[in-house]
């Protein structure tokens, strides 16, 4: 049973505020000033849901991602690196919110009971952390949470969310997936990223926004696993010791959002550049074309080129049955989406926004490519798909080829969650497989104008979003309005959602021009204000 003595003592180190917590899309995630209990509360949830896989390790991971620096997070991974199963999120909400021992252990009991968990079962955590300042605090009280349950908890430090991710994976899969350290990580990609282009001809140095965080020294670590002959990276924003400038003026979200490049870069035609965000798991691509444009690849761009070419591979290694599919969101540009199906012929599947819901509609398939538009993403293989690439031997030369790139690619991509050190070397090796530059990566489909813009309101809960967040239930007739408004647009498209990590109302328009979309969004914002 429990030890109800040292789970008072511990929980008076973090007593909780009068602030109410929400475990959302992305764990919780506001101040790191205030998350001092629910770092604790977080850290007695892993124990419970370590012995509920029987003594599985369970991930997590402190970070606030594109926040500002003040801001700070925590989300737990699952053995095999998915994120927390969304039937234990209300537990995490209840936990986080009990403000006296009384109620906390109600609360443990209640998991207890409601999941029949085994407290005989041994339990095990592994915790990884952003740049944050406040990161090494608030590993500290996670610990102690996971210590008043008994279980053993294992600081991996500093690294990116995917590494944790990846690490949580080869810890429960008896090396099957990799060496469970920072060095396994780098072998692997390296080791992945070298069969793939070895040989052919290098391109031209990668200029790498490193958003001034953990992405920056991780990128710099892994660089030196790769030859220079092979791969020239050069990263941007690596100031990971002034902790203000994280996301500050740069990262993936920056260059999404605003569509301009970040501070720092001197910024020339025919340079190739990407931007990362806070925790590497996002990345987005970017250059200037020949008219001194800036020009997005988002991630829209990364899932058809990608989904391009493993259909060329599976057609070219002659495996039968694998059925390649794409999972895109609300925020997937029309564009996009008519490529996809139109050219590619690539069934389409739309969840609502997050990683988990893309995750999990991704496996669906023999290949599943999942990206939302801000950089996030990657592709999953499935075990048989896996087996048939192994297995099939392929007879003529180009066969063969193919059937070893497509081997190398369930290694290079990180089958956890999307990583942008990852994606950097698929998106990298698919290009230099194919030689071709960024404008003629681009040149497959020309994105629709859009807009993204967030509105406060009194209360978001109010907003209640449907069909993969494409339209609106509630508050009742306000879909209609929308409607209306979007009918007037030559491709206009608009939809509203509440956001899982901001207390906002997002509104998303595209049309025809952007001074339509712009428009549009204009008036989708005064109608829900
Ligand atoms: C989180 C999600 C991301 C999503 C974003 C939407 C994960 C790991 N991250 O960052 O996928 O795009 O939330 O934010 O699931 P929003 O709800 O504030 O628009
Ligand atoms: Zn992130």
């Not at 279980?151 to 994976?169: N, S, V």
């Not at 052919?200 to 992405?215: E, H, P, R």
């Not at 925020?331 to 999990?360: E, I, R």
């Not at 048989?384 to 497509?406: M, P, R, V, W, Y």
Request: aromatic residues 8%; negative net charge; proline residues 3%.
């Amino acid at each position: 049973s429990l030890n109800n003595d040292k789970i008072d003592e511990l929980f008076k180190k973090h007593p909780k505020l009068d602030v109410t917590y929400t475990y959302g899309t992305a764990g919780f995630r506001t101040k790191g000033e205030v998350l001092d209990s629910v770092m604790f509360s977080v850290g007695l949830l892993a124990v419970l849901r370590s012995q509920k896989h029987s003594g599985k390790v369970i991930g997590a991971m402190v970070t606030a991602s594109h926040n500002p620096a003040e801001d700070n997070g925590v989300k737990l991974v699952e053995p095999m690196g998915e994120m927390l199963a969304q039937s234990w999120e209300s537990y995490a909400t209840e936990l986080a919110n009990a403000g006296t021992t009384e109620e906390l252990l109600k609360a443990l009991n209640n998991v207890i009971a409601k999941e029949s968990i085994d407290l005989s079962q041994p339990a095990k955590v592994v915790v990884g952390r952003d740049t944050r300042p406040s990161g090494e605090g608030l590993v500290a009280a996670l610990s102690d949470g996971v210590k008043a349950l008994g279980g053993t908890i294992t600081d991996y430090g500093l690294m990116t969310t995917p590494q944790l991710h990846y690490i949580t994976r080869c810890l429960n899969t008896q090396g099957a997936y990799g060496e469970p350290t920072e060095e396994g990580y780098y072998k692997k990609l390296a080791e992945a990223f070298k069969r793939i282009v070895t040989g052919k001809v290098k391109q031209s140095t990668l200029y790498i926004d490193g958003a001034n965080g953990i992405g920056a020294p991780t990128l710099q670590k892994l660089a030196k696993f790769i030859p220079e002959e092979i791969l020239s990276v050069k990263v941007v924003n690596d100031d990971t010791a002034t902790a203000s400038k994280l996301n500050l003026k740069s990262g993936a979200d920056f260059v999404k959002v605003g569509q301009k490049k970040p501070d720092g870069f001197d910024l020339q035609p025919g340079m190739r550049c990407a931007s990362l965000d806070g925790d590497a798991d996002r990345i987005v691509f970017w250059y200037l074309n020949k008219e001194g444009t800036f020009k997005l690849l988002d991630g829209d761009k990364i899932a058809t080129l990608a989904a391009g070419f493993i259909m060329g591979l599976v057609k070219a290694a002659k495996v039968p049955n694998i059925q390649v599919g794409l999972v895109q969101t609300a925020y997937a540009n029309g564009s996009a989406t008519a490529y996809v199906k139109d050219t590619l012929q690539v069934p389409v599947v739309f969840t609502a926004t997050g990683v988990k819901h893309l995750h999990h509609a991704a496996e669906e398939f023999d290949v599943g490519v999942y990206f939302e538009a801000n950089g996030h993403g990657t592709v999953l293989f499935s075990p048989g798909a896996i087996k048939a690439f192994h297995s099939t031997q392929g007879t003529t030369d180009e066969e063969k080829k193919a059937l070893e790139t497509l081997r190398a690619l369930t290694d290079l991509i990180n089958q956890t969650v999307g990583d942008a050190l990852s994606d950097m070397l698929m998106v990298e090796a698919i290009l230099v497989s194919q030689q071709r530059s960024y404008a003629d990566w681009d040149s497959a489909y020309s994105d629709l104008p859009s807009r993204l813009e967030k509105v406060k309101v009194s209360n978001r809960l109010e907003f209640v979003a449907i069909k993969a967040d494409t339209e609106l239930s509630k508050p009742d007739g306000l879909q209609q309005k929308i409607n209306q408004q979007m009918s007037k647009f030559k491709n206009g498209r608009s939809f509203v959602r509440p956001s899982g990590t901001e207390d906002v109302v997002r509104v998303y328009a595209e049309a025809d021009t952007q001074a339509n979309a712009d428009l549009l969004a204009h008036i989708v914002c005064g109608i829900i204000f």
